[in-house]
């Protein structure tokens, strides 16, 4: 069965930066597009980031300014979210999530449980 | 940006009753509007895609449609397990927004 196991959230400084990843199996993760989302405490779905099949396609939400990186290593079934630059503001759940297609254009039709960050002095 | 502007923020109903959720998109999106359920402290799950497609899975009580520009999810008859939240998404074009999302209540 299809499986998304998110890990390397935790509680970081403001101003320091942390790296996300996403374990995928029981699916073929090389032909489908990827996707990061994350979720406030008590807030709505942000969509953040995706990056294409072949990881030649990176894009992301404009309120990022550029400090997130997103990036696969299919050899290792692995999805990633470079995070630098944290504030308050980017404290969430941060969810991956496969593309039904094996494009990008949606919907996400697997999510891992989520990996809380909270960015606390 | 395209904002989706979903409505009601939250909604009060009965078991059994018949609700509607509606996201209205800013511009054409053609039929690229998803719907989500997530239920506290999990994940969302993938109900409704490409605006009245059901997810494999999906109890056929779920159904999504469209006219122009505005989209509803149709919950024709309510279970307990349905009080939920549910959310609208585009992904005509990025970034892929999500409605604000609609709270469904016990009356």
């Known amino acids: 069965q299809v499986q998304l196991v998110e890990s390397g959230g935790g509680v970081v400084q403001p101003g320091r930066s942390l790296r996300l990843s996403c374990a995928a199996s029981g699916f073929n993760m090389t032909i489908y597009g990827m996707h990061w989302v994350r979720q406030a405490p008590g807030k709505g779905l942000e969509w953040l980031s995706l990056?294409?099949?072949?990881?030649?396609?990176?894009l992301y939400a404009d309120s990022l300014e550029g400090r997130f990186t997103i990036s696969r290593d299919n050899s290792k079934n692995t999805l990633y979210l470079q995070m630098t630059s944290l504030t308050g503001d980017d404290t969430a759940v941060y969810y991956c999530?496969?593309?039904?297609?094996?494009?990008?254009?949606?919907?996400?039709?697997?999510w891992g449980q989520g990996t809380l960050v909270t960015v606390s002095s | 940006d395209i904002p989706v502007t979903q409505s009601p923020s939250s909604l009060s109903a009965s078991v059994g009753d018949r609700v509607t959720i509606t996201c209205r998109a800013s511009q054409n999106i053609l039929n690229f509007l998803n719907w989500y359920q997530q239920k506290p402290g999990e994940a969302p799950k993938l109900l409704i895609y490409r605006t009245s497609s059901l997810q494999s899975g999906v109890p056929s009580r779920f159904s999504g449609s469209a006219s122009g520009t505005d989209f509803t999810l149709t919950i024709s008859s309510l279970h307990p397990e349905d009080f939920t939240s549910y959310y609208c998404?585009?992904?005509?074009?990025?970034?892929?927004?999500f409605g604000q999302g609609t709270k469904l209540e016990i009356k």
């Open positions: 999530a496969k593309d039904q297609n094996p494009d990008y254009y949606g919907p996400f039709d697997y």
């Open positions: 990056i294409s099949k072949d990881g030649n396609t990176k």
């Open positions: 998404q585009q992904t005509y074009a990025t970034p892929y927004t």
